[in-house]
């Protein structure tokens, strides 16, 4: 764990944060580029379109290819499109192109680049983790999440005060948070192990442990469940009720988080301010992470923490709609992060349970790919309904609402809890 889980968590907090920088980047993006709430919107939700085209091909490729190699692709390629979105005004010129719809094409670009980054490593960790540990596994991985934030948010508000050689602090920050992926992405080409198989840096004991443990659980699922073909994972009921709570997840996620900074901005704080403020609903979000995750494993409960999560996420979410004292809505939104934050590592060990290699890698991308047409639904929805009614409150609304129904979803969903509670040690099968 020691050596996979930080150095995973350290290249998904660079991913994270060439995600969402645009939320700081538009306090002052959208001025020089023209682009209003909706535009602005639109644009920032065409990354998962693309990244709806590429998970499930993007995961498979890295089950062929091996996570070393793919993943170090990803981070290459996601690295120079999100540095080149400082120079949209020049490319604006040159190609004739408005800088509105240089803006949508870069963001439909890093979708492409980044599709299969965060469902690949979901599948890489199923394939050093045996069950009873991936809630808190996922939990650790997917830190980088409020810790990109976390340390982000005040960073990006800093870059914003940049100024030169005829860039402004939105063009800086672009590239200043684009440049790490690619400096790292080589990292990964000599430290990743692919599978337990590899890893010289265990010892011998350890490795046939490990793959004992593995394999024995995967012969339980296979009998449990039986081998599921790439086409039946990706039609599979239970696949497509997940990517159902994944998609309502991801609404409230994505749809709060691109305007937060803009919501906080609205308080009448600077942009430094505006990036501390913006951070601290994800710390709270961090420490309920790791502690609800911890009780889902200790329970190998999985749908009730999700559902428990979801609710509030919504109830957070819907009531900082009404209310305008900036603490009274911060706090909300502190609560809501909680249940956001939350549910990824709790959800994710539930398609693991019941598939098992390629069906996995594919299951797992079809959810996920599936389930962030929501980071383009979200993010659509709360620019235009700002820009139809004048406020956050209807967006805020939708969201919870969205929220609310993935609670229900969860439980309503059927699955073999027994899957969950492989026991500690397994004997080899003769």
């Known amino acids: 764990m020691k050596r996979l889980v930080p150095f995973l968590c350290f290249c998904y907090f660079i991913a994270y944060l060439d995600r969402v920088n645009v939320g700081f980047a538009a306090l002052q993006m959208n001025t020089a580029l023209g682009l209003d709430a909706g535009m602005f919107g639109f644009g920032a939700g065409l990354f998962f379109i693309a990244y709806f085209l590429l998970e499930v091909p993007s995961n498979i490729a890295l089950d062929r290819f091996g996570a070393r190699r793919w993943i170090a692709r990803i981070m290459i390629t996601w690295g120079l499109i999100s540095a080149a979105f400082a120079f949209i005004p020049s490319i604006s010129r040159a190609t004739g192109i408005s800088t509105e719809y240089t803006f949508y094409g870069l963001r439909f670009l890093l979708g492409m680049a980044e599709a299969g980054f965060f469902p690949g490593v979901i599948f890489y960790l199923t394939l050093w983790f045996p069950s009873i540990y991936r809630a808190r596994i996922v939990s650790l991985f997917m830190l980088a999440i409020p810790f990109s934030s976390i340390v982000g948010a005040p960073l990006s508000g800093a870059l914003l005060n940049v100024a030169g050689a005829g860039l402004e602090g939105w063009q800086w920050l672009f590239i200043i948070e684009g440049v790490p992926a690619c400096i790292v992405a080589i990292a990964v080409l000599f430290y990743l192990t692919d599978r337990p198989a590899h890893a010289v840096w265990l010892r011998p004991e350890e490795r046939e442990w490990l793959e004992t443990r593995l394999e024995n659980e995967r012969r339980l699922k296979q009998s449990a469940a039986g081998h599921l073909s790439l086409f039946e994972s990706i039609s599979d009921p239970r696949i497509l009720v997940l990517a159902l709570v994944y998609f309502c997840l991801n609404a409230g996620s994505y749809g709060v988080s691109y305007f937060l900074p803009t919501i906080v901005k609205g308080f009448g704080l600077t942009n430094f301010m505006t990036g501390v403020v913006s951070a601290i609903p994800f710390v709270f979000g961090a420490v309920g992470m790791v502690l609800l995750s911890r009780h889902s494993d200790r329970t190998a409960e999985r749908r009730g923490h999700v559902a428990v999560a979801l609710a509030m996420a919504a109830v957070g979410i819907g009531l900082s709609g009404f209310v305008d004292d900036p603490v009274l809505k911060m706090a909300l939104l502190c609560f809501a992060q909680i249940g956001v934050s939350s549910v990824p590592p709790m959800f994710w060990p539930i398609p693991s349970s019941f598939m098992t290699g390629a069906s996995a890698a594919a299951g797992i991308a079809a959810i996920n790919s599936l389930g962030n047409l929501s980071g383009f639904g979200g993010p659509f929805l709360m620019g235009w309904l700002k820009d139809t009614t004048g406020s956050f409150t209807a967006g805020l609304v ?33």
């Open 398 to 430: 939708c969201l919870a609402v969205a929220a609310a129904i993935g609670a229900v979803a969860v439980m309503l969903l059927r699955v073999n809890p027994a899957l969950e509670r492989v026991p500690q040690e397994v004997p080899v099968s003769a």
